[in-house]
């Protein structure tokens, strides 16, 4: 199999899934297919993945399909308008508007099991309560990892 599997990536193909195989193996394959080529980004931190599968997936299963479509719609909403407060507060220097938000953040996505997004937020919020400066760079780099967040978790739920 892993010969094959060595044989299919040199063809071009990103993944190949071999029966009998589970929900998780479909899902990890999805979520690999969610990150972008390697590039220029703040890590979240070494390893850290986008979402909290089997935690997402348990929820996925308990509040059904319908259910989680409107907490991802509500987070989405939510979290875009706070994603507008983090852009304002960037050029404006605002280290106290940026920690709170970043805090309301980090808790909505630890809601929906997004462990990069959680965790980038909590930095964020730390070094903005601290009153570190470092706080507004790596608060530019939100954006891209909420899209990211965003898309593999909406890969996961739809």
């Known amino acids: 199999m892993e010969q094959d599997a060595r044989l299919w990536r040199d063809a071009g193909l990103d993944g190949c899934l071999a029966k009998p195989f589970r929900v998780e193996d479909v899902a990890r394959i999805v979520l690999a297919q969610a990150e972008p080529a390697a590039g220029p980004s703040a890590p979240a931190g070494p ?8 935690d997402l997936l348990a929820d996925l299963k308990d509040l059904g399909r319908d259910r989680m479509r409107s907490l991802v719609e509500l987070f989405r909403t939510s979290s875009s308008a ?7 507060s960037i050029p404006a ?3 106290a508007r940026l920690g709170a938000t970043a805090h309301r953040m980090a808790s909505a996505a630890a809601s929906l099991h997004l462990l990069a997004l959680n965790e980038r937020c909590r930095a964020i919020e ?10 507004l760079t790596l608060a530019g780099t939100l954006p891209d990892l909420w899209q990211r967040s965003l898309k593999a978790l909406l890969e996961v739920v739809e």
């Open 47 to 54: 390893g850290t993945a986008l979402v909290a599968l089997p």
């Open 82 to 88: 706070d994603l507008d407060q983090v852009r304002t």
């Open 93 to 95: 220097g605002d280290l």
């Open 126 to 135: 730390t070094l903005a309560r601290a009153e570190d400066t470092a706080a």
